[in-house]
């Protein structure tokens, strides 16, 4: 609370009022957008969350009035705000977007400021090459230029870049040098306090440890003072990792102040590692409350994690397919302008040939024998043109089924994929992290090869969806026992079920069998089994049951989740192009399980239960009487 009385009393905190009185007043779009783009970068240190909603803002105003530079300055926004969020593949894509838009405006300045940003991408990418390309092009420009902000933030970077690559360590030393003297020139206190973080870790590596301390808390209570949290942030994971070489009890104190800095700024994936710290730190002394305390605080920074990582790229591929969607558009209308052309060269030639009749006519009456024939043939071209336009139609029909497969197949693919995929990718960050000791690294290593199998096996689902989208598919069913199949699933989720410490509760008769295709079925027990287990509650208890009704048998999966909304609940295996803002993965598998399901005679339903969560269900006749 301290720090937000602070920078109410900071001057940049009337320059912020400012901002956000002039948009409540503004009437111009293009000056609109230029305050939210402003308002984007005061917060982007401070408040991120803050910062994100008027990058959205911005991000809708720019494109719709098609002001290019906004909209580069946007991309430019979105690509730091997805570093900060640990999603550099986001990262990576929004600055090309923003470099190529640049680069139309011949804006040196934006080009030189992305150019940076992506050679430290593609540096701790591995891509050394690249990286080298990308850093030539900005020190160029910026040297070119002769902007002293630019060739501060440049050369700053290039010293974070190579500060310990020792072909690069005298140059990098002396462009941090110039870099904070650029800085303190212009009076650019956000860029003095970043240099001065960066010499004190120079001078801490030179041996000075007291110096490079004072140094770091000194920048640390100025950025506080005015409110750039990140910085303070970043000031104190320096005095961390001080503390820990030293052996010094102030690690803890300082690592509880980069949580608190992190929640407080919304930098939360950036501390989601030292509350992992702590938890197993608390944990392993058995100091169960402070335990519970930050494995829920872990808990709710990977829900935002997931829920931020999952709009990131949604918005991104509803950026692409806006773009796309527009292209079709114009080809479209660049048809039809070709057809009036068409009919209206034809109608004029028709007039010509009319009147060229009339006065033959009146010379020659033989010519009605050419006129008879002409009529003929214009019959004939007419019925030729019913064909053509039927033809037409059916082919747009036929391509319009197909574009919503591929939809279909894109969604369940983002869908079936991004988990397992970004599961591993934090796996092996946290391992190469070395946040955990050598059993924990081997739970995760099996947890690694358990997540690659679901994947392989996600990915042979879909090749097979995908076969019975074909022509020439043909279902041949086979006596199938479910309470094996979902035994095997639940095999396929135990890492699910132990991370959410589910109780699953099988009463489904071992011998009952029914006529269906394998993996269709056993894709609708993992689907219908993997939401049961995503919505139910921590410890939550899942059951599943059989029902049997003469020649049929029903599965039901029902959990102790928060139940499906009504206007979902109604819609739910129905299919429908996914708008910005929604969530298509899970609906889409779950149109697909109706689809397999129809497909094998049988049939699909869900309800909310009278007590508390909902109910997955589905029937296919029984081979076994009972």
Not at 86 to 106: C, I, P, T, V, W
Request: aromatic share 10%; with cysteine; glycine share 6%.
């Amino acid at each position: 609370m301290a720090v937000g009385l602070i920078i109410r009393c900071d001057p940049s905190f009337g320059q912020i009022q400012k901002l956000k009185n002039a948009l409540a007043t503004t009437q111009d779009s293009v000056t609109y957008s230029r305050i939210l783009i402003a308002l984007t970068q005061k917060y982007q240190n401070r408040q991120l969350d803050t910062c994100f909603q008027y990058l959205t803002m911005a991000r809708g105003v720019t494109k719709r009035i098609g002001f290019k530079w906004g909209e580069a300055e946007v991309y430019r926004g979105l690509g730091g705000y997805y570093a900060y969020r640990d999603n550099s593949y986001l990262s990576f894509r929004f600055y090309l977007d923003a470099l190529k838009l640049y680069k139309e405006l011949k804006d040196s300045t934006g080009m030189t400021l992305v150019n940076i940003k992506l050679g430290v991408y593609q540096h701790y990418q591995g891509q050394h090459k690249e990286a080298e390309q990308y850093i030539k092009q900005a020190l160029g420009m910026a040297m070119h230029m002769r902007n002293d902000s630019v060739m501060s933030a440049v050369m700053a970077n290039y010293f974070f870049i190579y500060r310990n690559d020792t072909a690069h360590r005298a140059l990098a030393s002396n462009y941090l040098a110039n870099a904070y003297q650029l800085a303190m020139k212009g009076g650019h206190t956000r860029m003095i306090i970043y240099t001065g973080l960066l010499k004190a870790d120079e001078i801490y590596d030179k041996g000075d440890t007291a110096l490079a301390i004072a140094k770091v808390k000194d920048l640390v209570r100025v950025a506080m003072k005015k409110g750039f949290l990140y910085h303070a942030l970043y000031g104190y994971a320096q005095l961390v990792d001080y503390a820990v070489q030293a052996h010094s009890a102030d690690s803890m104190i300082y690592q509880k102040e980069v949580i608190n800095l992190g929640l407080e700024g919304g930098y939360r994936e950036i501390v989601l590692p030292v509350v992992a710290k702590f938890y197993h730190y608390y944990e392993q002394r058995h100091q169960a409350k402070d335990a519970n305390y930050y494995a829920d605080l872990m808990a709710d920074i990977t829900e935002l994690y997931e829920q931020s990582r999952s709009q990131g790229e949604q918005d991104y591929m509803d950026y692409y397919l806006q773009g796309k969607q527009l292209r079709q558009l114009q080809l479209q209308h660049d048809f039809q302008q070709q057809q009036l052309d068409r009919k209206a060269l034809e109608a004029r030639s028709r007039y010509l040939v009319i009147v060229c009749l009339i006065v033959l006519l009146i010379l020659l009456v033989l010519l009605l024998l050419d006129l008879n024939r002409s009529h003929r043939s214009s019959h004939k071209n007419a019925d030729s043109l019913r064909e053509m336009n039927k033809h037409i139609s059916e082919q747009n029909a036929l391509l319009r089924t197909h574009d919503d497969f591929k939809n279909k197949l894109i969604s369940l693919i983002a869908h079936d994929f991004r988990s397992p995929l970004i599961q591993i990718i934090e796996i092996t960050a946290y391992l190469q992290q070395g946040a955990f000791s050598v059993q924990e690294a081997a739970m995760l290593f099996r947890k690694l090869e358990s997540n690659a199998e679901n994947t392989l096996q996600i990915f042979e689902n879909i090749l097979r969806w995908i076969r019975t989208q074909l022509s020439g598919f043909v279902y041949q069913p086979l006596p199938c026992t479910p309470a094996g199949l979902i035994k095997e699933a639940m095999g396929s989720m135990k890492e699910e079920i132990l991370e959410r410490q589910v109780q699953i509760i099988v009463k489904v008769p071992p011998d009952l069998q029914v006529p269906a295709d394998r993996e269709m079925l056993q894709f609708v027990h993992r689907n219908l089994l993997h939401n049961a287990i995503k919505f139910s509650p921590y410890r939550g208890t899942i059951a599943i049951t059989a029902s049997i009704n003469k020649d049929t048998v029903t599965i039901s999966i029902a959990d102790e989740g928060s139940g499906i909304s009504t206007d979902m609940l109604d819609r739910l295996f129905e299919y429908r192009p996914e708008k910005k803002g929604t969530k298509g993965g899970a609906g889409l598998a779950l149109i697909i399980c109706k689809d397999f399901m129809d497909k094998m005679g049988g049939t699909i339903a869900a309800e909310n239960r009278a007590e508390k969560g909902s109910t997955f269900s589905y029937t296919l006749p029984c081979l076994k009487n009972y």
